[in-house]
C-alpha cells in the first residue's frame, strides 16, 4: 500500500512546486503587466486621493481643487466649484475614467510627486519640489458665464480668443455635465446615462466637433480674391438671381430666393454684406481650387493646430477633388458640401482678421506655479502663421463692420463700439440649419475675436439664421467684454 | 522534536498573529490596541488547548501537525481581519468551537481508539451522504433546518429557531467522513478489489457486487455537483474516492477510469451547466469578460501583481477589491501584502503538512490508519492546490476554502477535525 502512497503523495508535492512555479511567474515575470493595467484599482486608487494642484481662471477663479479630509489631512477630495461652466475644459480626475481635460493633459504637473516611483525619488534626492503645481488659464471666468449664460439651453459653442496673443478666454460647448459626479458614488451610472444622452453632453463642440461653416467661410473666400488682387470690395461681379453650377442643371440660390442687388452686377463689398451666395458661388469658381484651398490651409485648415487639449482638424477638400467637380467648388466657396470645421477654427479666423492678418498660437494656460505662489513656467505669445497680409486683413476688416453696421449681422450692434462679424447659415441637408457668428471688437484695437454656433437652429428650428440667432449671442458676449475692459 | 518544543512553537505561531494585527492596527491608522491582545490569547488558547489535550489523550502524536497549521491559521487570521474585522471577531469564535471540537474528539476515542470510526463506517456513509443531500431541504418550510443558497450554490444548511440563526456548509464535513469510511471499507476489501476478478476481453476488473458502494459515493460526489452547483467539493470528493482505490488497491486502472470519468463529468458539466461555463471562460480569458465573468479573477491577478516580490505590507495593499477575498481568494490578499516570499512560504508550509500527513500514513502499520491518513492527507492537500491554483489561474477556479486560512466556521472545524484524526492516528501507531 506504500507504493501509491508515496505516488499520491509525490503528485501533490509535484503540484506544489508548479503553484511555486505559478506564484513567481504571477508575481515576478508578468507582475509588471498586472500592476500597471490601467483596469488595477489600486493604479487609479494611487492617483486619487492625493493632492492636486488647483486650476484658476485668469481672474483667479477656482476651478478645480483638492480640498483635504477632515478626519485625514492626507487624503483629498477633487471638486469642480464651478461645475458644468468649465467640464470639457477642466475635464475630471475620476477613480473610475480615470482623468480628462486639462486634468489629463497637465496631470504630470498636478499630481503630487510623491508616489516613491523612481523618477520621483531621484527628483526628490535632486532637490526637486514634490507638491503639486497650479496652473492659471488665460479664461476670463465672467466672460465665460456670459458665454455660457447667452446660449442658453440650445447646443452649441462659443470661442473667444484675444486676438494679438492668443489666449482663450471662454470656450463654452452645450449641453455641459457635472464634472464632480464623476468622482461621486454614481459615477458609474452617471456616465452610462451621460453616453446614451441624445444631446451628446460630454462631446466638447468646441474643439471635437465640425461643422459645415457656411457663409463665415466667405471671409475666406474674400481673403483668396484679394490677396491675389482677383478682386476688391469695389470690383463689380454679376448679380443672377441663380448660379447655374457648371456642367448641371443645379443652381446655387441666395438665402432670399432673389437676386443680391438689382440683378445685374454688385460689388463685392455689398455681396459680402449681404451673403450673397450666388455671387461667392461665382467668385469661388473665378479663383480655382488651388487658391481656394491655400487660402484654407493659410487660416489652419488641415493642419494640426497646436493646443493644450485635442483639436480636430478642420477640413477643406485638395484642389485635385475638384478638377472634375466644379459644382462642388462652386459650393464649397460659400462654405457648404465637404468643407468642415470646428468653432475653435473660425473663432481663428476672425481672430487672425483681427490681428492684421496674423494667426497667434492659441493658450489656455497662462503660467503654472507652485504651492509658495512662486511662477514655475509662463507661456509667451507665439505666432503661429500669417493668414493673409496686414492690408488684405484691413480690408476684410472694414467688410465685416459693414455686415454689422447695415447687412446680414446687424443684431451683433453694440452701441458706441465698432464691431465686425460674419454669419453664417449651413445647411446639413437634415434639419434645421447651423448657424454661426464670428467676429471682433473693437475694430480698431480688438482685444476679443470669437466665433458662435449654435447647432440645428436652436430654439429657432427651421427659421434661424446667423444673423437671428448666433449674432444676438456674440452682442451680449462681446458687450460685456468690451464694457468690463474699458 | 519533544512536545515543550511543539509548545514553543505554537506560542511563535500566536506571536506572529499578533504580531501582524499590530502591523495592520498601524497601517491602518489606529494604534496597538485590545485587538493585538485579544488575537495572541485566542491564538493560543485555542491551539493551547489543542496541544493539551494531545498531551493529554494523544501524548505519542507527531508533534510537527499542529505548529504548522497554527502558523498558516495565524497568517490566515491576520489577512482576514486586514479585510474584515467583524469576521475576524467570528473568525475567532469559529477557532474556539473549532478546538472544541477537535478536543472532543480526542477526548471520545482516547480509550477505544479510532477502531469505532472503523466498525460504523455505513452509518457514516449514510450520515455522509444526508449531509451532503441537507442543503436541499426547502428553504422556506416548517422546520427550523432549511437549505440555503448563497452567491448562487446551494452549500448552505441553516438552523433557524427564533433569533438563532446557524449556518453550516456539510461539504467540508463530508470529506472527513468519505475518508473515514474509504478508509474503513477499502481496508477490508483491498485484497478482494485488488485481486478477485473476472476476465473482460484481455482486461481484469473488479466484481460489480464489490464497486457497489463505490458507485454510491462516486454518484453523490455528481449530485453534489449537479443539484448544488459546488464545483470544488464535488472534485475534491471524487478525486479523494479515486485516490483512496488507488492506494488501497495499487492498481492503476482506477486512475484511469477515475481520470476517464471526471474527463467524461467535467466536459458534460462544462456543455449543460452555465456557470461551469462561466467558469472557464473567466479562466481562459479574464480579460476578455472584464466587467463580469473575469472581474474576480482578473482582481486577483492584479492583487499578486501588485504584491511583486516583497508585498505591499500587512494592511497596505488593496485585496479588499477583490470579491469573496476573505473566504475563497484570502491567498490573493496574502500574495499582495506579503508578496512572493510571503506566498512561496505559505504553499512550503502546506507542503510541509501535506508531508507530515503523509508520514504518518507510511510510517502505519495497520491499513486503516494508513488508508485514513493517507486520505486525509491527500484531501488537504489537494484542496489546497484546487483553490490555489484557482486564484493564480493555473486552474478554473472551482470555489472551495483554503484550509485554515480562509474566514469560515464549517472550513475550520472540518480541519481542526482533520488534524485531531491525523494526531490519533499517528498516536496509534506511535509515528
Not at chain 2, 507542503?351 to 491518513?373: C, E, N, P, T
Amino acid at each position: 500500500m506504500n507504493q501509491p502512497l508515496r505516488r499520491l503523495a509525490a503528485a501533490l508535492f509535484v503540484a506544489f512546486a508548479l503553484l511555486i512555479l505559478d506564484v513567481t511567474y504571477l508575481q515576478v515575470i508578468a507582475g509588471p503587466r498586472y500592476r500597471d493595467d490601467d483596469r488595477n484599482p489600486r493604479v487609479v486608487a494611487s492617483r486619487t486621493g492625493k493632492e492636486r494642484g488647483l486650476i484658476l481662471s485668469a481672474d483667479e477663479q477656482v476651478l478645480a481643487q483638492s480640498i483635504a479630509d477632515p478626519d485625514d489631512p492626507q487624503r483629498f477630495t477633487r471638486s469642480y466649484p464651478e461645475g458644468e461652466l468649465y467640464a470639457h475644459l477642466v475635464g475630471f480626475s475620476s477613480v473610475n475614467f480615470g482623468d480628462d481635460g486639462l486634468e489629463l493633459v497637465y496631470a504630470d504637473k498636478l499630481r503630487s510627486k510623491r508616489d516613491l516611483t523612481i523618477s520621483d525619488l531621484l527628483s526628490a534626492l535632486l532637490g526637486g519640489d514634490q507638491r503639486p503645481k497650479s496652473i492659471q488659464l488665460t479664461i476670463d471666468h465672467g466672460l465665460q458665464q456670459v458665454a455660457y449664460t447667452a446660449l442658453g439651453d440650445q447646443r452649441g459653442s462659443v470661442v473667444a480668443f484675444r486676438p494679438d496673443t492668443g489666449e482663450v478666454l471662454a470656450m463654452v460647448s452645450k449641453p455641459s455635465f457635472d464634472p464632480n459626479l464623476f468622482l461621486s458614488g454614481e459615477a458609474i451610472a452617471t456616465r452610462e446615462s451621460l453616453l446614451t444622452d441624445p444631446a451628446e453632453p460630454l462631446a466638447n463642440r468646441s474643439t471635437n466637433r465640425t461643422y459645415p461653416p457656411g457663409s463665415t467661410f466667405k471671409v475666406v473666400v474674400t481673403a483668396a480674391a484679394i490677396e491675389l488682387g482677383a478682386a476688391g470690395p469695389d470690383t463689380l461681379l454679376p448679380d443672377p438671381a441663380e448660379l447655374v453650377l457648371p456642367g448641371t442643371v443645379e443652381v446655387i440660390r441666395n438665402f432670399d430666393r432673389g437676386v443680391c442687388a438689382d440683378g445685374t452686377e454688385v460689388t463685392l463689398q455689398t455681396a459680402f454684406r449681404r451673403s450673397c451666395n450666388t455671387v461667392f458661388g461665382f467668385l469661388g469658381l473665378q479663383l480655382g481650387a488651388e487658391a481656394l484651398t491655400l487660402e484654407a490651409e493659410a487660416f489652419g485648415f488641415n493642419q494640426d493646430t497646436p493646443f493644450e487639449i485635442p483639436v480636430l482638424n478642420s477640413f477643406f477638400p485638395q484642389p485635385s477633388e475638384f478638377t472634375n467637380d466644379l459644382p462642388a467648388l462652386a459650393q464649397s466657396a460659400i462654405g457648404q458640401r465637404d468643407v468642415r470645421t470646428t468653432p475653435f477654427e473660425m473663432a481663428l479666423v476672425a481672430a487672425a482678421i483681427a490681428n492684421d492678418g496674423i494667426i497667434m498660437e492659441p493658450m489656455l494656460v497662462s503660467h503654472i506655479f507652485d504651492t509658495d505662489g512662486q511662477v514655475v513656467s509662463e507661456t509667451e505669445p507665439k505666432l503661429l502663421q500669417r493668414a493673409v497680409s496686414p492690408s488684405t486683413a484691413a480690408i476684410i476688416s472694414d467688410l465685416m463692420e459693414r455686415v454689422v453696421a447695415s447687412g446680414t449681422g446687424t443684431r451683433a450692434t453694440v452701441p458706441n463700439v465698432r464691431v465686425a462679424g460674419k454669419t453664417g447659415t449651413a445647411e446639413t441637408g437634415v434639419g434645421p440649419p447651423h448657424v454661426w457668428f464670428i467676429g471682433f471688437a473693437p475694430v480698431e484695437q480688438p482685444t476679443i475675436a470669437l466665433a458662435v454656433l449654435v447647432e440645428s437652429g436652436g430654439e429657432a428650428g427651421e427659421n434661424a439664421t446667423g444673423g437671428s440667432v448666433a449674432a444676438p449671442i456674440a452682442q451680449e458676449i462681446l458687450a460685456y467684454w468690451v464694457q468690463s475692459n474699458g | 522534536m519533544t512536545r515543550n518544543a511543539e509548545a514553543a512553537l505554537l506560542v511563535g505561531a500566536a506571536a506572529v498573529a499578533a504580531f501582524g494585527v499590530a502591523l495592520v492596527n498601524l497601517a491602518q491608522g489606529d494604534g496597538i490596541d485590545a485587538q493585538v491582545a485579544l488575537t495572541f490569547v485566542v491564538i493560543l488558547a485555542s491551539f493551547g488547548g489543542f496541544h493539551i489535550a494531545i498531551r493529554q489523550w494523544s501524548p505519542d502524536a507527531s508533534p510537527y501537525l499542529l505548529p504548522l497549521a497554527a502558523l498558516l491559521t495565524a497568517v490566515g487570521f491576520v489577512e482576514v481581519y486586514r479585510l474584515n474585522r467583524g469576521l475576524a471577531s467570528l473568525q475567532r469564535w469559529w477557532l474556539l468551537i473549532a478546538t472544541v471540537m477537535a478536543v472532543s474528539l480526542l477526548l471520545a476515542v482516547r480509550r477505544t481508539g479510532l477502531a469505532p470510526l472503523r466498525r460504523y463506517r455505513y452509518v457514516f456513509l449514510l450520515s455522509g451522504i444526508l449531509l451532503l443531500l441537507l442543503p436541499l431541504l426547502p428553504t422556506d418550510w416548517g422546520f427550523p433546518l432549511r437549505g440555503f443558497e448563497q452567491s448562487g450554490s446551494r452549500l448552505w444548511i441553516r438552523f433557524a429557531a427564533g433569533p438563532l440563526r446557524l449556518q453550516f456548509q456539510p461539504g467540508e464535513i463530508a470529506k472527513l467522513i468519505l475518508a473515514t469510511f474509504l478508509a474503513s471499507y477499502l481496508s477490508e476489501r483491498q485484497a478482494i478489489l485488488a485481486v478477485q476478478t473476472r476476465p473482460l476481453r484481455r482486461y481484469r476488473l473488479p466484481e460489480g457486487r464489490q464497486l457497489a458502494p463505490l458507485v454510491i459515493a462516486w454518484a453523490a460526489s455528481f449530485v453534489v455537483l449537479i443539484y448544488q452547483r459546488d464545483l470544488g467539493a464535488s472534485l475534491l470528493l471524487f478525486a479523494l474516492f479515486i485516490a483512496m482505490l488507488y492506494a488501497a488497491t495499487g492498481r492503476a486502472v482506477y486512475l484511469a477510469s477515475g481520470g476517464f470519468l471526471f474527463g467524461a463529468g467535467a466536459v458534460t458539466a462544462w456543455l449543460v451547466f452555465a456557470h461551469v461555463q462561466r467558469r472557464v471562460s473567466g479562466w481562459l480569458d479574464p480579460f476578455a469578460d472584464f466587467a463580469d465573468t473575469g472581474y474576480q479573477i482578473a482582481q486577483s491577478l492584479f492583487a499578486f501583481g501588485s504584491g511583486s516580490l516583497s508585498g505591499s505590507g500587512l494592511g497596505l495593499g488593496a485585496p479588499d477589491q477583490i470579491p469573496n477575498a476573505a473566504t475563497d481568494f484570502i491567498f490573493a490578499a496574502v500574495g499582495e501584502e506579503l508578496g512572493l516570499a510571503g506566498s512561496v512560504a505559505v504553499i512550503a508550509t502546506y507542503a510541509l503538512l501535506v508531508a507530515v500527513g503523509f508520514g504518518i500514513s507510511l510510517h502505519s502499520r495497520d491499513s486503516f490508519r494508513k488508508l485514513l491518513a493517507g486520505g486525509l492527507s491527500f484531501a488537504l492537500g489537494l484542496q489546497t492546490f484546487l483553490i490555489i491554483a484557482g486564484v493564480t489561474r493555473l486552474l478554473p477556479l472551482t470555489g472551495i476554502t483554503l484550509p485554515f486560512m480562509s474566514y469560515g466556521g464549517s472550513s475550520l472545524a472540518a480541519n481542526f477535525l482533520l488534524l485531531a484524526l491525523l494526531a490519533r492516528v499517528s498516536h496509534e501507531e506511535r509515528v
